[in-house]
């Protein structure tokens, strides 16, 4: 008897422990890993962007900073909703302004992984809400939802591959200059090489159809970054990286990102 209730003992501490054991947050930008955070698990985490664009002529230069907090919640272990709150600030000669900018909302689906987890399928869809003020430069003035699809597979066991497609729509500045906003189209392509358990370093790279010259077909954005899992709860992520053909030259990105 006493060696059953050893048994029962041993098999309800494992199983405790097993579930304290959170899976790793996202690593890539424009892509999706299938990395989720379980049934009724979250992250939290507090992210911050910069950049800079220098355009040709007399025009003032122009600098974007984010800050603000996210969340992502695990409804089962292949579905999730997330939310982010940025505050923005602006600044443009002699403009400097700084607020809330456009909240996004979205959500995620596992819908392919194999038994190995090496290859995934992932669509997900975002919705932007038009609450940054257009007019001082934190927001789009227009809603916005954005739909793709991820996927990727793993290489032993350290390389892991993804290429997404998505569909913006109001995601580009019109061409004729007009108030009204174009459909926006990217594909991108990560990279992500595992140096050992906690350290992971990336590339990415995109291709949009919204270049600000007209007669470009193609815009680009592409970055280096490292991600570091600190514990079972705390991860960090940093990318840096530039721009051809948008209103960017270079960019930084990074978060804090708290599971459990």
């Known amino acids: 008897m006493m060696n059953l209730r050893k048994c029962l003992w041993i098999a309800v501490v494992s199983g405790v422990l097993a579930g304290t054991v959170w899976a790793d947050p996202m690593r890539t930008v424009f892509t999706k890993e299938n990395k989720f955070p379980g049934a009724m698990n979250a992250e939290l985490w507090l992210g911050g962007s910069g950049s800079s664009y220098d355009p040709a002529g007399n025009e003032e230069n122009v600098e974007i900073y984010s800050v603000g907090p996210g969340a992502r919640l695990g409804l089962t272990d292949r579905v999730t909703v997330l939310a982010s709150v940025p505050f923005v600030g602006y600044s443009a000669g002699e403009m400097d302004e700084s607020g809330l900018g456009d909240i996004e909302l979205g959500t995620e689906f596992l819908f392919f992984e194999d038994i190995f987890e090496y290859a995934w399928v992932i669509p997900h869809a975002t919705a932007i809400l038009p609450t940054g003020d257009e007019d001082k430069g934190l927001g789009t003035g227009e809603g916005q939802g954005r739909f793709g699809i991820s996927v990727g597979t793993t290489v032993e066991d350290i390389l892991h591959w993804a290429a997404d497609v998505s ?7 019109a061409e004729n200059g007009g108030d009204d906003r174009d459909e926006l189209l990217t594909g991108a392509v990560s990279l992500v090489w595992d140096l050992d358990e906690r350290a992971s370093v990336l590339g990415e790279v995109q291709l949009r159809d919204d270049p600000v010259d007209p007669d470009d077909d193609f815009a680009f954005r592409g970055h280096l970054g490292l991600a570091y899992r600190i514990n079972d709860s705390f991860s960090l992520m940093g990318y840096g990286g530039g721009a051809s053909g ?9 978060r804090l990102v708290f599971s459990f």
């Not at 569909?167 to 500045?173: C, P, Q, W």
């Not at 948008?246 to 990074?254: H, I, K, S, T």
């Open 167 to 173: 569909y913006t729509l109001n995601g580009a500045v």
């Open 246 to 254: 948008l209103a960017e030259d270079y960019y930084g990105m990074g």
